[in-house]
């Protein structure tokens, strides 16, 4: 049985306190971890659902093998875990704008940490996801100008909700278009949004990519023993 509460670790940050915890819930008998920057919760395993299925969405569907992949905000792993969990992909580079959160999959705080750090396939970038895309040589240091399959996002709260004001250039149709431009011909862009669906920003989208939808992922919340929901956007270039 593990202790009922532990700060495992907390930092001061350009964006504030960042801590990572780990708690004994008794509602679902089973440790559950945390990420807070100040008081406000950015990620929580006890809801991970969306998490798993923005990477099975995007991933569904693609046909060849060596498929190279690009992950926006680490997080609690699971996004990156679940990419990794297909045989097709030869790469995952995982951008991570604190370097808190990289150490700690890499120390082994986070469970994820141990699978994605042992993973020869999986890298970690410490940068800011919104200032790489905009910028040369992109989402991966290492191979300028790389183009990627598939790009998941999952770092703001959603496309009006952000965990930053500079953030925001990146949801109008000049940052969707430096982000398409890393894609491969039929790549596809993944976004979480923990809103309902909008449908003008969907129709922002649509304005840079071939296609766009908006999938709605339900989940139960135990906390209140109901249904909740959140969004994943899907965009694809064209194949051409």
């Not at 969990?85 to 030869?90: A, G, Q, T, Y």
């Not at 990289?102 to 986070?110: C, K, M, P, Q, V």
């Not at 496309?159 to 000049?174: E, T, V």
């Amino acid at each position: 049985m593990s202790i009922r509460f532990q700060e495992l670790d907390w930092r001061e940050t350009p964006m504030g306190v960042i801590s990572l915890r780990r708690r004994r819930d008794p509602l679902v008998d089973k440790d559950v971890y945390e990420i807070k920057l100040d008081d406000e919760f950015l990620m929580s395993s006890l809801f991970t659902v969306a998490e798993v299925e923005i990477a099975r969405l995007a991933l569904s569907g693609m046909d060849g093998e060596n498929l190279n992949v690009a992950v926006g905000g680490l997080g609690l792993g699971y996004t990156a875990q679940t990419v990794l969990e297909s045989p097709n992909v030869d790469s995952v580079v995982v951008v991570e704008a604190l370097g808190e959160v990289i150490e700690w999959h890499e120390r082994g705080l986070i469970p994820a940490g141990v699978s994605l750090t042992a993973d020869p396939r999986c890298r970690f970038v410490q940068g800011d996801f919104f200032s790489m895309v905009a910028s040369t040589p992109g989402l991966d240091p290492h191979a300028p100008n790389r183009r990627f399959d598939a790009i998941i996002v999952d770092i703001d709260h959603s496309p009006r909700h952000l965990l930053h004001p500079s953030h925001a250039d990146f949801y109008q149709p000049g940052g969707l278009r430096a982000l398409a431009d890393q894609l491969t011909p039929g790549g596809t862009f993944a976004l979480w949004s923990n809103d309902p669906p909008d449908a003008d920003f969907t129709t922002v989208l649509t304005e840079v990519f071939d296609q766009a939808t908006a999938e709605t992922v339900s989940f139960h919340n135990p906390l209140c023993d109901d249904e909740a929901a959140n969004t994943v956007y899907l965009a694809t270039t064209s194949a051409a």
